[in-house]
Each structure stands twice: as structure tokens, then as C-alpha cells.
């Protein structure tokens, strides 16, 4: 998001959002397999700001399960093994609230955290929630994490029928870091088709879990069930990047760990 005020994204935004999710020109292939296709897009040579997306043709996953495991914050927390924290901090609107999120980066690289601002909204059968870094006082960056920024981050769930549907994920995010090549490369050609995959096992889990998890509390449909405080706007400025520490991991070899199974 540009300028200088913090804003909730408007029909507009989230327009953009979709046409950009949709279109190639621009984006390289970088992945195609048992359908879920990766492109990456590089916004400056030597910098590692660069955007990535990720389609997934998703069968035997409606688009409103996909919307719901995406939204519960409390099933995150079982199937998503890269997070370390997150916890919604307060509600902005009936559709947009603020958050924290903190991840494991591969080894050697030092941890990441965000602070964001999300948003989302239906459209007909399909559905778009998106983020970006914000600042909250509350919230400063911590000693052992390296605060990044998402410029823009989201997805577009895009419905197949009763019980199909695709994924979109695009993401444009300041590492805030000088991060080694080995890095981009594995997060487009292993790291974000295992996340994807990871999204759909737990949407076929996700009925069953949310049958013994308060069934029917689900704030991102029902807004009125939200127990979040709410935030004034006022309290919230823009992330900017260069306001935050650089860390110079470029040289940084990768090191063996072992991975999660699909």
C-alpha cells in the first residue's frame, strides 16, 4: 500500500489485488508440477526484495473450507509447522483487523516477524485476503527476530464448483535483509509448493478439527462473534523499510536440516 496514512484497503484495492493475481505478463515460471505452478517476479537485480506467486489447483476442496482454514487462527497454529507465534492484536473494521505473525526461516537465517494489517472480502463464489506491514507501538521489533515488511501479501481463493476450487498466494515482502541467492531459490522452487500442498491436507482435516474446536465461532463470517478490542486507525502508522535494521545474511551457507514430510 503507498502513501503515508495508514488505510483499509477499498473495492479498489482488492480489484487490483485480483488483476494482478491473474495476470503472467511480467512473472517468470519458475515451478510447475502436480498442479501448483510458481512465478517470480524480481523487482531489482541484487536486491532481495522480489515478489512471488503461487497457484494451486485445489480437487475435493470447496472455496469456503479453503477461505475458513485460512482465516482460523487457532488451526494455523496446528498444520502451519514454520510458525513460532501469532495472535490477532485488535479489529479495525467488520473485515479487517491487525495482527502478529512470526516464522522459522531455513538454517542458518535468522527468524522473521510481522506486524499486518489484513483485510478481506468475498466476491460472489470467490474470495481475497490480503495484508501489509504496519507499525504498532505495543509492538516493537524484538531482540531475536528480524522484523520484515509485506509490501503486499494475500490470496485470491477462486471457486471450481461445489468442491474444487484454486488458490492464488502472492507475496511482496522485504526480508530486511541481503539474503543469498540459495534463498530465493528454494523458497520458489521447494519452500512455497510444500506450503501450498500443506494448506490443502489441512483443508481435509479441517472439518473434522473444527467440529471439536468451537464449531460454530467463525469471526471472519459472523463479525458480531469477535471478542478483539477495537483499534483506532490513529494508533497504527505505516511499516517503512528502511526505518528498520538491514541484516547482511548474503553470505550465509545453507545447512542441512531435515524436512517436514508433505
Not at 535468522?110 to 470467490?126: A, C, F, H, M, Q
Not at 545453507?254 to 514430510?261: K, P, V
Request: charged share 25%; glycine share 4%; aromatic share 10%.
Amino acid at each position: 500500500m503507498s502513501g503515508h496514512t495508514v488505510t483499509i484497503p477499498d473495492d479498489r484495492a482488492f480489484a487490483s489485488f485480483k488483476a494482478e493475481c491473474l495476470c503472467e505478463e511480467g512473472w517468470t515460471m519458475t515451478y510447475s508440477k502436480a498442479g501448483i505452478t510458481v512465478w517470480t517476479q524480481v523487482l531489482e537485480e541484487g536486491k532481495s526484495v522480489h515478489k512471488i506467486k503461487c497457484r494451486m489447483v485445489c480437487k475435493d476442496v470447496a472455496a469456503d473450507t479453503m477461505y475458513d482454514v485460512l482465516h482460523d487462527i487457532e488451526y494455523r497454529k496446528k498444520w502451519d509447522s514454520n510458525v513460532i507465534e501469532t495472535f490477532d492484536i485488535g479489529k479495525l473494521t467488520v473485515n479487517a483487523d491487525v495482527g502478529y505473525y512470526s516464522w522459522k526461516c531455513p538454517k542458518p537465517l535468522r527468524n522473521r516477524d510481522v506486524i499486518t494489517l489484513r483485510s478481506w472480502l468475498p466476491i460472489g463464489k470467490d474470495y481475497i485476503i490480503m495484508n501489509y506491514s504496519v507499525k504498532h507501538s505495543k509492538y516493537p521489533p524484538k531482540k531475536d527476530m528480524v522484523r520484515a515488511v509485506s509490501i503486499q501479501t494475500g490470496y485470491m481463493i477462486q471457486s471450481q464448483g461445489p468442491s474444487n476450487c484454486t488458490l492464488t498466494y502472492m507475496a511482496q515482502v522485504d526480508p530486511r535483509g541481503s539474503l543469498p541467492k540459495w534463498v530465493v531459490n528454494k523458497s520458489s522452487h521447494f519452500l512455497a509448493p510444500r506450503a501450498m500442498k500443506k494448506i490443502s491436507k489441512a483443508c481435509l482435516k479441517y472439518a473434522e478439527w473444527k467440529q471439536r474446536h468451537s464449531p460454530n465461532f467463525k469471526p471472519w463470517l459472523y463479525p458480531e462473534q469477535t471478542t478483539l478490542p477495537t483499534i483506532p486507525l490513529s494508533e497504527l502508522s505505516i511499516q517503512r523499510a528502511e526505518s528498520l535494521e538491514n541484516f547482511d545474511e548474503s553470505s550465509l551457507a545453507e545447512t542441512q536440516e531435515r524436512e517436514d514430510s508433505d
